[in-house]
């Protein structure tokens, strides 16, 4: 059923991406509708891409609308554009899955002088948008640019439980003294959405705190689209006569619906904040061997196998165990850092990326240059070299059975 579901959204991406181009010169303060894509059968419970258990109907119908607008479709008349890097959540996030990961791959760009990082703003970075609604919208890579990189998309299952850790438990994380020259910080940011400052936990550099801000962050950098908390459009490198020639649709883009009081980002977010983290998969013995291994090896310094959830006024995120396998903390990763400042995460710093669901991947790290777990485990470096060494010398019966501990988690 997911499969065809996916064919389906697949076929609607490609048909309105024919169509992006066909919109009129002059900029419109109506949006047009999304290409609205329903929520189709919930599989067997327990699968990549159900709701949390337990939601009650109010909860499940918000998870579908939510869904549904995750997969829906937008065109240069909706809002999309003129720069940007896909038409829907799901054309990125759909492996295996909504929700899930892909093997595309973005990239960010910018100029280092003297070990200090300039995300050339005023030319449209730190993220180049792949794709326009018209040719001379088109971004490109800077000639000035002396550091460019590439990052995954990350999968989505579970961030609610994530969104539901104190602050103050990651804080703690970050304090406690570590091994083999380990530190690990929390990333401090302000949180577009409510204005405080909070832990943050999402992206790759820890850059946002909260799934409303990561929803609207996506929404106007990876979409284009404005909305509420980014009201200010990405001009094409940064080119203010290129943005005004190529916007059709007058901003903010995203628009609080008055029946319902939201907006799409909101519906996202609720998508995001029930949906369900991976399904485990029963521990064999030769796993169980492997999550001793995991722990001798150095590698829970960092991916921390449990972490709880504080009160919550939904059932199914209070109070919780979240089994996701990181400390949510910022590293020096040495050479593994993507060499981009984002954020307070500095150019060698990456957060510690979340292992359940390992299984359901196809490419592996922030670049996807690993096409297997060990692979990935093998171009560790900086605060994780000692770990990554103790891997690299077990003898092969232990790699295979810590390796499959990790794709059972």
Request: hydrophobic share 40%; net charge negative; with cysteine.
């Amino acid at each position: 059923m997911k499969a065809t579901l996916r064919t389906t959204l697949a076929t609607v991406a490609v048909a309105t991406l024919s169509a992006i181009t066909s919109v009129s010169e002059a900029q419109s303060d109506e949006r047009a509708p999304r290409a609205r894509v329903p929520a189709g059968p919930l599989g067997p419970n327990g699968d990549f891409g159900d709701p949390l258990p337990g939601l009650d109907d109010v909860l499940t119908a918000a998870f579908n609308d939510g869904l549904s607008e995750f997969q829906s479709v937008d065109t240069a008349a909706s809002g999309l554009g003129p720069a940007f890097n896909n038409n829907s959540c799901v054309a990125c996030h759909s492996s295996p899955a909504p929700g899930g990961d892909s093997n595309i791959l973005e990239t960010r760009f910018g100029h280092v002088d003297n070990g200090r990082f300039d995300p050339m703003i005023e030319l449209g970075g730190s993220l180049l948008q792949q794709s326009a609604i018209r040719p001379q919208c088109q971004e490109f890579v800077p000639a000035t640019a002396n550091v460019t990189a590439r990052r995954k998309t990350t999968p989505l299952f579970g961030l609610g439980l994530i969104e539901a850790i104190p602050d103050d438990t990651i804080k703690a994380l970050a304090a406690r003294s570590k091994p083999d020259g380990v530190s690990g910080r929390a990333s401090s940011v302000v949180d577009v959405a409510s204005g405080q400052t909070l832990v943050g936990r999402f992206g790759w550099k820890a850059q946002q705190a909260t799934l409303l801000a990561f929803s609207g962050d996506a929404y106007v950098n990876e979409m284009g689209i404005t909305n509420r908390l980014f009201p200010a459009e990405n001009a094409p490198n940064g080119s203010a006569a290129l943005l005004a020639n190529c916007d059709s649709v007058a901003d903010p883009e995203d628009r609080t619906d008055p029946a319902t009081g939201k907006a799409d980002i909101d519906r996202f977010t609720d998508f995001m904040r029930l949906l369900a983290p991976p399904p485990r998969l029963p521990m064999t013995p030769s796993a169980l061997a492997g999550a001793l291994t995991f722990r001798q090896s150095g590698c829970s310094s960092c991916h921390t196998p449990i972490l709880l959830t504080g009160p919550s006024s939904i059932a199914a995120l209070d109070r919780k165990i979240v089994a996701l396998f990181s400390d949510l903390l910022l590293h020096d990763m040495g050479s593994l850092g993507d060499g981009i400042a984002q954020g307070t995460a500095g150019m060698t710093e990456m957060k510690t990326p979340p292992l359940w669901g390992l299984r359901s991947r196809q490419t592996y790290l922030h670049d996807g240059r690993a096409s297997t777990v060990d692979m990935a485990i093998r171009a560790h470096d900086g605060e994780a070299s000692a770990a990554r060494d103790r891997y690299s010398n077990l003898q092969h019966g232990d790699q295979m059975n810590l390796l499959e501990f990790l794709g059972r988690i």
